[in-house]
């Protein structure tokens, strides 16, 4: 099945994402900070009363700021009210399943013109704090309870892929040097500092020196957090809110000679646990996702030129750009070793520093990814651009994979 | 039908309640309502077996806080039939020793009030 209609992004904007320079703001402050610059973003200008209904991609503002009925209190401080505003949760892929409930609501006929967004304000509590409400994603009864954390889930999917397929934490490595290039790259991202420069900035204050970033992230200033898996292989905790403005195809080139157009999108659900999937080095929720974005939008893997992948963890990059046939089974974390995911590579993948180095504000995260592909696909994304990016994909994943949202987008 | 109490009272005698459907012969564990692969609601119960292999692992260095300062502990995915895992803790293992495929066999221990699914080596290294 296809669109009734198509659907066009026309404007987007994100906060920095950070842990602390929005320390005195709240989610309502960061939400409105981004609508704001995606409205403004908008080439032709756009007014508030051209926005019909809202849509939210929130996690757990309910434990972070003990503030339920985010997506009304939204339209309210953005003073959109009355238009209808509704919260989709989905964990970390909260915001990517809020863009897919907003291009229906557009292909449905309903509405012309929506604003999609997300938003996490997660550093209100401290880090065992957020550990426990980020494992609140994972099966309580099952996983949780016996010990299991987010960080844990993914480091026992990497004990399986290098398992199976030789791959390694050195590969892993890679995935993480990578995106924090590229988020030195990036004014938008949490972390805007080269591997390398954080060992020397670091080892200066400690009296060490390291020859490379391998004998940085192998010492004890890189600290296990879930073996295999250390602290530079994880995502920050992050604060930040990301906001897309979405338009019929019949009204988009009335707001902007440059729409960029939704071209797929697909979702898919898997068991909430991990131990209960069919294979643990694979999120099959993302290769169905996939499968049907590709079929929606008539490509497939070999025809992206770029993507934003949802790695909370490096491993799960490495999965993902597997499971979204970027590469074979079990040779993704070879294809980052060797630079292929590069801004230079042929496939280059997170431009914009990815969840590891942009942040993570988890339900912010899916809407980010958009605003990324957006600038990406206009040309507008600085030092980062990927030449002649033309079609691009997001891929959004809520906590070990039980949601997967893939969108594919075209100029 | 089948619920989280079933499980978990099973688990305090000491045993592994699975759910085997009537219709398809698919087998769950933890047992559930509905078969997955059928959608048969015709389930009976299973025990399931104590003996299984390691799928998958890890060593949590940062805990949760109801685990807090038992860091670092293991967790492990265990394979008890083809197909069917289960997530438990794993005990009286060295970080060195803990391998996928390593054999273990479940226990039940208690935390507090609640029952702990937890497995050890079968062959004491």
């Known amino acids: 099945m296809g669109l009734q209609r198509g659907v066009a992004i026309i404007g987007a904007g994100m906060t920095r994402f950070h842990h602390k320079i929005h320390a005195d703001k709240t989610g309502r402050d960061l939400f409105v900070e981004a609508a704001l610059e995606a409205m403004t973003s908008v080439d032709n200008g756009i007014e508030l009363r051209d926005i019909e209904a809202l849509f939210i991609g929130n996690f757990s503002s309910d434990s972070f700021e003990h503030q339920g009925h985010v997506a009304a209190l939204m339209a309210d401080w953005l003073g959109l009210t009355p238009k209808a505003a509704t919260r989709i949760e989905a964990a970390c892929g909260s915001s990517g399943a809020a863009l897919n409930i907003g291009v229906m609501a557009i292909a449905s006929g309903l509405y012309d013109v929506v604003m999609v967004g997300g938003v996490e304000k997660m550093r209100t509590l401290t880090t065992e704090e957020v550990t426990d409400v980020l494992a609140m994603a994972s099966d309580e009864v099952y996983e949780a309870a016996v010990g299991f954390t987010f960080p844990g889930l993914y480091a026992a999917m990497a004990t399986a892929h290098f398992h199976r ?120 929720a993302t290769r169905l996702a996939a499968q049907q974005a590709y079929r929606m939008a008539g490509i497939g893997p070999e025809d992206i030129d770029v993507a934003d992948v949802h790695d909370c963890f490096t491993i799960a990059e490495v999965v993902a750009t597997e499971d979204l046939g970027f590469f074979p089974k079990g040779e993704g974390g070879k294809a980052a070793e060797e630079g292929r995911t590069s801004l230079e590579g042929d496939k280059p993948i997170n431009p914009d520093g990815g969840l590891k180095a942009k942040g993570h504000p988890v339900g912010a995260t899916g809407a980010a990814m958009a605003c990324e592909i957006f600038k990406q696909l206009r040309g507008e994304a600085g030092k980062r651009q990927v030449r002649d990016a033309e079609v691009g994909l997001i891929h959004n994943v809520g906590a070990s994979g039980a949601t997967v949202v893939v969108q594919i987008y075209g100029r | 039908m089948f619920t989280v109490k079933d499980y978990r009272d099973a688990l305090a005698e000491g045993y592994l309640l699975a759910s085997k459907c009537r219709r398809c012969g698919a087998v769950q564990l933890p047992p559930r309502p509905i078969c997955p692969r059928c959608g048969s609601g015709d389930l009976e119960s299973l025990k399931a077996p104590k003996r299984g292999r390691v799928a998958a692992y890890t060593v949590i260095h940062v805990p949760p806080s109801r685990f807090k300062g038992e860091e670092p502990y293991a967790v492990a995915i265990v394979e008890l039939l083809e197909g069917i895992r289960v997530s438990g803790r794993m005990l009286d293992v060295s970080e060195a020793d803990l391998k996928v495929g390593l054999e273990v066999e479940a226990d039940v221990i208690k935390l507090g009030e609640e029952p702990l699914l937890c497995f050890r080596p079968l062959k004491r290294p």
């Open chain 1, 165 to 284: 397929y030789g791959s390694t934490w050195e590969q892993l490595c890679a995935v993480s040097i990578k995106n924090h290039h590229n988020g030195s790259l990036n004014p938008k991202a949490q972390f805007q500092e080269e591997v390398i420069d954080i060992a020397r900035r670091l080892g200066e204050r400690r009296g060490m020196t390291f020859k490379d970033e391998m004998e940085f992230l192998r010492s004890p200033l890189n600290p296990v957090v879930a073996y295999p898996l250390r602290l530079f292989d994880c995502c920050p905790i992050s604060d930040g809110a990301a906001v897309v403005i979405m338009a019929s195809e019949e009204v988009a080139r009335k707001f902007t000679d440059t729409p960029i157009y939704v071209r797929g999108i697909g979702q898919a659900s898997d068991t909430m646990a991990l131990h209960d999937r069919e294979d643990l080095t694979t999120i099959r």
